[in-house]
């Protein structure tokens, strides 16, 4: 797959790692999907729930008070992320209120009746909360034969997880709990798939014990918009990325990177 100089236009988005507490009190779990093989963008692939912003995203984005300290694209992906997270598993994440687990099914089914977030947001008393997403990551690659987004990574904790979980067959065809690591080490026995985006940042959530250490590392960590691009290792083509954004792994060979 070639690599261009020039990042070509993509399409924004946004993608959120959902966090639950571990039953065991062991490290925190994350909210993974299986995509549809049919789907044009990581046909197969586990990632994490999310999708591309939406107009109607940016309308309502700048609505939700103290949207005005925040970049607009970055309010328009928080809001994004909330929606996407809500019609792909059932979970509602990124919201002020009371949530159980029926009143957030009767806002999915809502959602994919075609009702707007805004409308059922308004109906159900609940806010966007911009300050439960926590800022992760940025990528934009550069692939010119693959749909090209520019995906802001949000952090949230959902606490708990007692809460049920819904496949929309459409898009997704399984949906599950593991922890970084746990998800890392299906990958290699070859029984999930992983892009690479989503192979180096769970590996660099797997460095975090709890919520709050992730949270914190996402803080003080400054966001760098992360562009792969290829480079000859030891006479080797690889995939890499900056050595300086948080990762704690920067590439892996061409042949063994899935991008999308």
Same mark, same amino acid.
């Given at each position: 797959m070639e690599l261009s100089d020039e990042i070509p236009p993509a399409r924004p988005a946004a993608t959120v790692v959902v966090f639950r507490r571990s039953a065991d009190g062991g490290p925190p779990e994350l909210l993974l999907l299986e995509r549809s093989g049919t789907m044009a963008f990581a046909g197969g692939a586990t990632v994490f729930p999310g999708g591309a912003v939406d107009p109607s995203d940016r309308v309502l984005a700048a609505t939700v008070p103290g949207a005005d300290a925040l970049d607009p694209e970055d309010a328009a992906a928080r809001v994004a *992320?909330?929606?996407?997270?809500?019609?792909?598993?059932?979970l509602i994440v990124g919201v002020k209120g009371t949530v159980t687990a029926p009143r957030a099914i009767a806002a999915r089914a809502r959602l994919l009746g075609g009702d707007s977030l805004g *409308?059922?947001? *308004?109906?159900?008393?609940?806010?966007?909360?911009f300050g439960s997403l926590v800022p992760f990551a940025?990528?934009?690659?550069r692939h010119r034969e693959i749909r090209v987004y520019d995906t802001r990574f949000y952090l949230a904790d959902l606490g708990t997880g007692a809460v049920d979980l819904m496949v929309d067959s459409t898009e997704n065809r399984h949906l599950f709990w593991a922890t970084a690591s746990e998800a890392l080490d299906l990958a290699a026995q070859g029984r999930i798939k992983l892009i690479f985006p989503t192979r180096r940042n769970l590996e660099r959530l797997a460095l975090w014990p709890d919520f709050t250490s992730a949270q914190a590392h996402a803080l003080a960590t400054p966001i760098q918009t992360i562009s792969p691009w290829m480079e000859q290792r030891e006479g080797v083509p690889w995939l890499v990325i900056p050595n300086d954004a948080g990762y704690p792994v920067d590439g892996e060979p061409m042949e063994? *990177?899935?991008?999308?």
């Open positions: *992320a909330v929606r996407e997270t809500l019609e792909e598993s059932g *409308a059922i947001l *308004a109906d159900e008393g609940w806010e966007v909360d940025r990528w934009w690659p063994q *990177a899935a991008r999308g």
